[in-house]
Each structure stands twice: as structure tokens, then as C-alpha cells.
């Protein structure tokens, strides 16, 4: 099983601020097969992008998704308000159990 | 509008049976492999199940096999979890998704949840 980590756990910024959000993996994760979603509480969870770097229908060019083998990086280049929430990573690249990163709270400071 | 919506969450006690169940609108069903994930209170989010456009392929998590079962009735635009032996770590939200593109396991389409609670 492929074990996704995140950090950090919670990121404190201002809008208009830059986020890099992170999520590595205890293996390669094949094809760079790496998606990371966008839940708010009440809501359904927004895919913002897939193969790593593919923005998902719909998502603002201010999400960019880069990396490759063990590492991966979300970044939000001016925080909108709307923007705040928990953020997940998911790696789709191994076979069975697909797994999730433990999220990234973004907070407003 | 596009959407999934589930249902037939609740209070069951531990050794009990649920089935929860997720329609979906405004979209061919029949063509999109579907996924069943949770998120139990304060925790992140676990995939659960897998199934196929056509339920051919299915696959489980290790800690549900055994006990919980998907299908689909595309002629309903619906898809399924039977639950039996549940347990109190089965005490989930549990969310429908939309595989979007097949052998390509990320999700495109959610829906809002069914919270199942596991206690005596």
C-alpha cells in the first residue's frame, strides 16, 4: 500500500497569499498518477487536478499541481476566500486500495 | 443538473445490516465505473469500493471485504453498498463518486454523503 503524506497539516495564510501544499509518497507513484480534491464542510469534494498536474473541467488557472515519483506540490498562486478548506492528495497509480493523503486544513490568518 | 445523491444512512448496531444507495442524474451512468468512499468523524477520507461501468470489475479495501458489498442497476441509475457485520469503525459519512475515465481511479463527481453510525 502506498502511504500518502501531506504537510503541512494546517497552512494559516491571507488572501491574495501564495499555498504550496504538499504530499509525498512511500513509493513512486506510477504514471504520476495523482490527484488532489478540495472539500469544504456541507459541500462535495471539488477535484481540482488529475495526473499530477491536468487541471480538472472548470478549475482556475490560479491551481497548479507539479511533480513527479514521490513528490507532489498543489499551489494556489493568489489565495481567493473561497479557497479556504481541506485539500486531500489520492494516488490512483497502484493497483488496489487507492489511497488518500490525511488532508491539508488552509486557514485565514 | 449533474449530481449523485445517497441515501439509507442511519443508527445500526454493531453485527447489524445497512444498504446505502446513490442515484445519480443528469449523466449516462451506464458509461462510468462508480467508487464508494468514507470519511469517519475527524479523520481523512478512505476508499472503500470499486465497480466497473458494466460490474465487471470490482474491488474492495482489506478492511471491508467480506462484509460489504457494491453492485449497480444501471437501468436505475443507481449504485449500491450492502453492509452486514458492521462494525463500529464502519461509523463513516459515506460518499458516492464518479470515475471519470476507465483504469484511471480518480474522482470527478461526489455527492454529499449518508452518515452511518455503528453503536449499541
Known amino acids: 500500500e502506498i502511504v500518502l503524506t501531506q504537510s503541512p497539516g494546517t497552512l494559516s495564510l491571507s488572501p491574495g497569499e501564495r499555498a504550496t501544499l504538499t504530499c509525498r509518497a512511500s513509493?513512486?507513484?506510477?504514471?504520476?498518477?495523482l490527484a488532489w480534491y478540495q472539500k469544504k464542510p456541507g459541500q462535495t469534494a471539488r477535484l481540482l487536478i488529475y495526473?499530477?498536474?491536468s487541471r480538472a473541467t472548470g478549475i482556475p488557472d490560479r491551481f497548479s499541481g507539479s511533480g513527479s515519483g514521490t513528490d507532489f506540490t498543489l499551489t494556489i498562486s493568489r489565495l481567493e476566500p473561497e479557497d479556504f478548506a481541506v485539500f486531500y492528495c489520492?494516488?490512483?497509480?497502484?493497483?488496489?486500495?487507492?489511497?488518500f493523503g490525511q488532508g491539508t486544513r488552509l486557514e485565514i490568518k | 443538473e449533474v449530481q449523485l445523491v445517497e441515501s439509507g444512512g442511519g443508527l445500526v448496531k454493531p453485527g447489524g445490516s445497512l444498504r446505502l444507495s446513490c442515484a445519480a442524474s443528469?449523466?449516462?451512468?451506464?458509461?462510468?465505473?462508480m467508487t464508494w468512499v468514507r470519511q469517519a468523524p475527524g479523520k481523512g477520507l478512505e476508499w472503500v469500493s470499486s465497480?466497473?461501468?458494466?460490474?465487471?470489475?470490482?474491488y474492495y479495501a482489506d478492511s471491508v471485504k467480506g462484509r460489504l458489498t457494491i453492485s449497480r442497476d444501471n437501468a436505475k441509475n443507481s449504485l449500491f453498498l450492502q453492509m452486514n457485520s458492521l462494525r463500529g469503525e464502519d461509523t463513516a459519512l459515506y460518499y458516492c463518486?464518479?470515475?471519470?475515465?476507465?483504469?484511471?481511479?480518480?474522482?470527478?463527481?461526489w455527492g454529499r454523503g449518508t452518515l452511518v453510525t455503528v453503536s449499541s
Open positions: 463518486a464518479r470515475i471519470p475515465v476507465s483504469g484511471q481511479w480518480y474522482f470527478d463527481l
Open positions: 443528469e449523466f449516462t451512468f451506464s458509461a462510468y465505473g
Open positions: 465497480i466497473s461501468s458494466s460490474s465487471t470489475y470490482i
Open positions: 513509493q513512486s507513484v506510477s504514471n504520476n498518477y
Open positions: 495526473g499530477a498536474s
Open positions: 489520492q494516488q490512483y497509480g497502484s493497483s488496489t486500495p487507492i489511497t
